[in-house]
């Protein structure tokens, strides 16, 4: 009895399938990784300004993973969009106690590094 047609060559092109979605794979990871890092030093080489600023807006983005009922993860990242002087706007990313005590049309004093949010002073 041979082998039923069609089957004989698939079991060929699976380790090659699976070493392909695998660097894919790899590669976006390190692609991740290798821009956190930029972004990292990039806020770390850039001055500390503190410049007047209005909130002109909020948002969150929540995301879900996990599988099943049982192990189901959720995660929340804040955003806070402010207009400084000249008109310019720039949204930067904080964490949920910061996010929670602003609001909307709040003046003050924006502190930041680059793209890092370092703090908000009403005046």
Known sequence: MGIPFGFSGSF?????????VFVIILGVMVAVVVSGLRRWNRNNHSPRLTVPAVIVSKRTNV?????GEMHHHT????YVTFQVQSGDRMELCMNGSDYGML????RGELSF?????LGFRRI
Do not use: N
Request: aromatic content about 18%.
């Open 75 to 78: 995660h929340t990242t804040y």
């Open 63 to 67: 995301s879900h993973s996990g599988t």
């Open 12 to 20: 060929g092109l699976f380790p090659a399938f699976f070493m392909i």
């Open 103 to 106: 609001a909307e049309g709040d």
């Open 113 to 117: 590094q680059g793209t890092r949010y």
